[in-house]
């Protein structure tokens, strides 16, 4: 496996807090900064190692749904995917500029150039993980993004933030994961906070899924999917990051 003898820290930076969601491929600049800033203020301090995960946004998402592109229907138009692609790797370069200005040894880390899904929609995702380890344990911090992804029999898919979060979660022995998004946790039906959950019935009540089979999309997915990993994680909002990686108990917390 690849797990370093520094369990990471693995953050994600929701696309919708970090761009502005209804002006195509514009960042968020004072959302970004304040991300940022925090990042710098924990990195030898609080958190030793850490890899950031973004999302599109403004800048993968309407590319994406403009070609038809989705993580289940795939492109063999190699237009299409320099398109996802690109407006990806252009917010990447943002998040890896501020980063780096804030003197964060930020790297960029494509899963277009690495990720696959042989086994086609559906399967097993496929993200080798050596030059992530290999970057974190010579100090780096990689970032990662949602992308376009090679996928059999759909020519290219895409690939969510939140997905390559719990890839590298389990494939990097996690010490824990924050997933920083827009909301200040998950909410209950009544939009309160839910402030712990602790097992996978919880997570459909909770969320008012009226059985195990209506767990299958959205946040009630994504809350089962880090439950199922043996790191700690916690759902917050921008005011929640600074303290998260301070290690205090913010947002919802799944363990
Ligand atoms: O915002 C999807 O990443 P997400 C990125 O984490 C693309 O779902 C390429 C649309």
Known sequence: SAATDHPPVVLKLGGSVITEKDRPETVDESALAAACDAVARALGGSVDRL???????????HHASEHGVSTTEGTHDDDAVTDIHGAMVRLNRAVISALRDRDVPAIPVHPLSLAARSGGVGG????PLSSTATLLGEGFVPVLHGDGVATAAEGVTVVSGDELVVELAAGLGADRIGVCSTVPGVLDEEGSVIERIDSFEAVADALGASDATDVSGGMAAKVAELLALDAPAAVFGPAGLEAFLRGEAVGTRIE
């Open 51 to 61: 890899v950031v995960v973004h999302g599109g946004g403004s800048f993968g998402h």
């Open 124 to 127: 097993d995702l496929d993200l």
